[in-house]
């Protein structure tokens, strides 16, 4: 039975692995070569190179690729029913008398293909349509011999405990989300409940940079590959459904990520403009400064950008006589190093040098790499505006999708690291939790901690006051 290799060997250094078996019949059968490299065809054609039959099992670039661009074209439950059609077609796994010798030969492969949809691209298979082709297909093959009927059994085991993992996720983001107040209701409902800072849960900075590791690579890891192209799916136009786009639109695991990220920013922010006394605001700075190098040490990005978009809030900018008392010089080095002119090149050549390490790496902690996760799907985002997905002969302009899934793929690679880290439940929980500021209550924050500079200010200022403080 053909091998499940791991993610990172799936594309060569070179860029991806193009050489898919090639045979006379693909050639003239609706798809186009160049130099054995796939570049394109027509979806009918595609489909029927999806299917292994006795002498052919595509390449796992090929599955990968295809399995993920397809929804651009068609709902993954007409793919599945295509795919049964010809496996039954093609191998006559309807005629219960068939060459037993021939379906030996294939159920192994037909049941590989399978095992690669369901372990990749999971998530597929809470449709309803798509589990009763799966199962109806696994069913036939099955019927054959016993060590076919435990490997199917097997692969829908695993897939089931994948999707009950996620809904049980789900729920507690939804519980998460259901509790989350803002901070400003809290103090003034209950004053005493919020005498707690962020360093009196966790006072050391590199324990705290872990802990967000901990976070950020749960939420990575429940982020489906298809959710980057669901994101950007639009109406294809030899498509006559109408409903195709609100229905394929899945993206909530990348949805609740981005707001993990926006969390963090306004969590760091809150907790700069929350103390009274200068000096203390000085001391959280100064914090989250350290917090965010050891992030960078990780090769947690993610987190990283979300600190310093924290700092760089106007209701925190503004705080000069705070920002006065600062050492900046290792604020500036974080800074440099996201700084988003050159396309984020500096940046780019530090996730380079994560991603480098992460390959020959001995050690779990050696492995990590987050990305700046915004910057991630807008490079994904530009690459589906700028090419499009079919040519002008109606074709599948597939030399676009190698290079999606190549994106895609170096993620699926980081996605999948174990967090070395100790979980410190206190911290994980008050960073997940506790209430934070609305953009409204940071800039009163700040104004009652530095007040406002001129007229545009002070007008905000009273606005503020009134409006925030003046609600029960």
């Keep these: 039975m053909p091998q499940t290799p791991p993610f990172s060997a799936m594309f060569d250094s070179s860029g991806y692995n193009r050489n898919l078996y090639q045979s006379a019949e693909d050639s003239c059968g609706g798809l186009y070569y160049h130099d054995n490299n796939l570049l394109s ?277 503004r705080l000069k006589k705070t920002w006065a008392k600062v050492k900046t010089a290792k604020f500036d080095i974080l800074e440099h190093q996201m700084d988003p002119s050159s396309n984020f090149y500096n940046y780019r050549t530090a996730l380079r040098g994560a991603a480098q390490r992460s390959l020959t790496a001995h050690s779990s902690r050696e492995k990590i790499v987050i990305p700046f996760f915004s910057l991630l799907i807008k490079d994904i985002y530009f690459l589906n505006e700028g090419c499009a997905n079919r040519l002008p002969n109606g074709h599948v302009n597939f030399e676009k999708f190698w290079e999606l899934a190549k994106q895609v793929s170096e993620f699926m690679t980081w996605k999948q690291v174990e967090c070395p880290f100790e979980r410190d439940r206190k911290v994980l929980q008050y960073l997940l939790t506790v209430p934070v500021f609305s953009e409204d209550a940071l800039y009163l924050a700040s104004y009652e901690s530095e007040g406002p500079e001129n007229h545009i200010e002070k007008d905000r200022w009273k606005s503020l006051r009134s409006s925030l403080l003046g609600r029960v």
């Design 41 to 317: 065809g027509s979806l009918e054609a595609l489909i029927q190179h999806l299917v292994p039959n006795v002498d052919y099992y595509p390449d796992r670039t090929y599955i990968f690729t295809f399995l993920l661009s397809s929804r651009l074209f068609m709902h993954p439950y007409e793919l599945m029913a295509k795919v049964c059609h010809l496996c039954v077609e093609h191998q006559q796994l309807s005629d219960p008398d068939s060459d037993k010798n021939q379906m030996r030969k294939i159920a192994p492969k037909i049941l590989q293909l399978l095992t690669e949809w369901t372990e990749t691209f999971p998530y597929d298979f809470r449709d309803e349509r798509m589990m009763r082709n799966l199962k109806d297909l696994a069913h036939r093959i099955a019927s054959g011999e016993e060590t076919y009927r435990k490997n199917a059994q097997q692969m829908m085991q695993c897939l089931i405990r994948k999707l009950a993992t996620l809904s049980q996720y789900e729920e507690v983001l939804a519980k998460i989300s259901s509790t989350s107040t803002d901070r400003l209701t809290v103090l003034k409902t209950k004053p005493q409940s919020i005498q707690r800072d962020i360093i009196t849960i966790c006072n050391d900075p590199y324990t705290l940079a872990q802990q967000l590791t901990h976070i950020e690579l749960e939420r990575l890891n429940y982020i489906g590959p298809e959710e980057f192209v669901q994101a950007f799916v639009q109406k294809d136009p030899l498509d006559n459904d109408k409903s195709c786009y609100s229905e394929r639109k899945k993206t909530r695991n990348l949805e609740a990520y981005v707001e993990w990220f926006n969390r963090l920013s306004y969590l760091v922010a809150t907790e700069i403009c929350m103390p009274v006394k200068k000096k203390h605001r000085a001391r959280m700075i100064e914090y989250f400064i350290d917090v965010a190098r050891e992030c960078f040490n990780i090769g947690n990005f993610n987190s990283l950008m979300a600190i310093i978009s924290g700092m760089n809030m106007s209701p925190v900018s």
